[in-house]
């Protein structure tokens, strides 16, 4: 778009006073995070229309000046399971007295999550997004699999559809009591009705593979699963390795997912398999740090060449924040990630883990997912754990005044 044409529309604004622009986009800055130093974006139509220094911005119909704080795309938030009810502060109070996780808690939030109602669970899912939201958090996908039945499934799906696009039907989280010791049986129910209904509300299918959990499923019975989805059309997603070195990782690739997630156990095969590989790895380190676990080895994929996105998992058992800020923060220190990489792996890593190419970037055409940190540089999001640094930038309405600080 020409400067003229920008200044031209007069739904445009143009967002100055950004100390640092972090673009994702290495052909408009420095390294991979394409940093412009007191950098510009002018947004036309909930998109961005042109990106670079401020001294050679267009003018546009309004503008914002956010007197020297950093921007970045707004997170991705590429893993998480919001449609629940009930509460297990218990069970992570136990698990830091040393009991240890292995999944079985998921059945407490089923029961919970069966007997509330659409309006108790769609108050919660909206609190849980707004509260993703006021942290930077611009995209996110929702899991359901806390139903487990025909029904439950897809009401699960019906109402994360009503907060995002990202919805994955994870009918296959784990076995529940009325199937114990039928595995089987619950199979053909997930891979058969229960993916029938849920398909028309899901852009995505998942499942729990991990054979060290007696509540999760095997190799086989997670191929079942994402094969049927596949035949459904569905993109694939994989809880893979992540209290053992399962089989997850080279099913994922195999059948070419869009993200492996957790990997906290990988052998030397699973990490050949995934370099060079369409597969990302999404990374959930608020899980090793709410379930007192090993963090997973990100250096080693990073080293590899393996793509790695950052996510919360946001879950009410093993990992309950919804912080992204958090995330990254533990990245860097527990994980051997630069601040660099952990950006990256919250916005471009997510978007990539979700196979888009609109947000997660802040190229020209991107959606205006526009992050404001109230710090001069993504660094503080690690220097600076546990302060509410990072918030959306919400753009003025075209009756604004023209001219409006921060
Ligand atoms: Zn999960």
Redesign the pocket.
């Given at each position: 778009m020409s400067q003229d044409q920008v200044s031209r529309d007069r739904g445009s604004t143009l967002v100055s006073g950004i100390g640092e622009l972090v673009t994702n986009d290495p052909s408009l800055g420095a390294g991979v995070l394409g940093v412009v130093p007191d950098g510009a974006v002018v947004v036309a139509d909930g998109r961005v229309a042109w990106v670079g220094a401020a001294s050679a911005a267009p003018d546009a119909d309004r503008r914002i000046d956010l007197g020297g704080r950093a921007v970045l795309p707004g997170f991705v938030d590429s893993?998480?399971?919001l449609v629940f009810a009930g509460d297990r502060a218990g069970e992570f109070e136990a698990r830091m007295s040393g009991t240890p996780y292995d999944g079985g808690g998921i059945a407490s939030t089923v029961q919970a999550t069966r007997e509330a109602s659409d309006d108790d669970l769609r108050a919660r899912l909206r609190t849980l997004v707004a509260e993703m939201r006021a942290q930077g958090t611009t995209t996110v996908e929702i899991?359901s699999?806390y139903g487990l039945t025909v029904e439950q499934e897809a009401r699960a799906l019906r109402l994360a559809g009503e907060v995002t696009v990202e919805t994955t039907f994870?009918g296959a989280h784990v076995v529940p009591p009325e199937y114990a010791g039928r595995t089987e049986d619950y199979l053909a129910l997930v891979t058969g009705p229960m993916l029938a209904a849920c398909a028309p509300y899901a852009r995505w299918i998942?499942v729990?593979c991990e054979p060290a959990s007696p509540h999760a499923f095997d190799g086989a019975a997670s191929r079942a699963v994402l094969e049927a989805g596949r035949d459904a059309g569905l993109g694939l997603r994989v809880?893979a390795n992540q209290l053992s070195a399962g089989p997850g990782v080279q099913l994922a690739v195999e059948l070419g997912a869009a993200s492996a997630?957790?990997c906290t156990h990988l052998s030397p095969a699973d990490v050949d398999a995934l370099t060079g590989g369409a597969t990302v790895v999404t990374l959930?380190p608020g899980?090793e740090f709410s379930t007192r676990s090993p963090y997973p080895d990100a250096r080693r994929l990073l080293d590899a060449g393996v793509t790695v996105a950052l996510a919360s998992?946001c879950?009410p058992g093993?990992?309950f924040t919804s912080s992204i800020p958090f995330c990254i923060a533990l990245a860097v220190r527990e994980m051997g990630m630069t601040p660099a990489e952990a950006a990256w792996a919250a916005t471009a890593g997510g978007a990539a883990a979700l196979r888009r190419t609109d947000i997660g970037h802040l190229g020209v055409g991107a959606r205006a997912d526009l992050l404001v940190l109230d710090a001069p540089s993504h660094r503080h999001l690690a220097y600076r754990p546990g302060i509410p640094l990072a918030r959306p930038l919400v753009l003025p309405p075209a009756s604004a005044p023209r001219r409006i600080g921060t």
């Open positions: 893993h998480s399971h899991k699999g994870l998942d729990f809880h997630d957790h959930l899980v998992d879950n093993s990992c």
